[in-house]
């Protein structure tokens, strides 16, 4: 049904009415909504827009403590911690990226 009509369709159809109903959005578009800028719910860490930490403490506040990971960074390190023992032939073999 919902496949029948745009996304600006159906927020207009449920605008002004008492169902609870809201578009799902992207993450750029989640960190432009004017409630979450206000409320600082996104950070940009060396270029890269991400959550900020949750929950907020007035006397104990959360920061980012360091860039986030670039995709493949640390590839070898998470598939050893997961248990897979041949992290190094999927590496060689290009089915995983490690940089």
């Known amino acids: 049904m919902f496949?029948?009509?745009t996304r600006a369709e159906w927020e207009e159809v449920f605008a002004g009415?008492?169902?609870c109903?809201?578009?799902?959005?992207?993450l750029k578009e989640?960190?432009?909504h004017p409630h979450l800028a206000g409320r600082g719910t996104f950070v940009d860490v060396a270029g890269i827009r991400q959550p900020a930490p949750a929950p907020r403490f007035g006397r104990?506040?959360?920061a980012v403590q360091r860039p986030p990971a670039r995709p493949g960074?640390?590839?070898r390190e998470v598939l050893?911690?997961?248990?897979?023992r041949n992290a190094d032939a999927l590496i060689a073999d290009g089915a995983a990226v490690q940089r």
Do not use: C, Y
């Open 3 to 5: 496949a029948t009509r």
């Open 17 to 19: 009415g008492d169902a």
């Open 21 to 26: 109903a809201a578009p799902v959005q992207s």
């Open 30 to 32: 989640a960190a432009e």
């Open 60 to 62: 104990t506040p959360g």
């Open 73 to 75: 960074e640390h590839t």
């Open 80 to 84: 050893t911690g997961w248990g897979v």
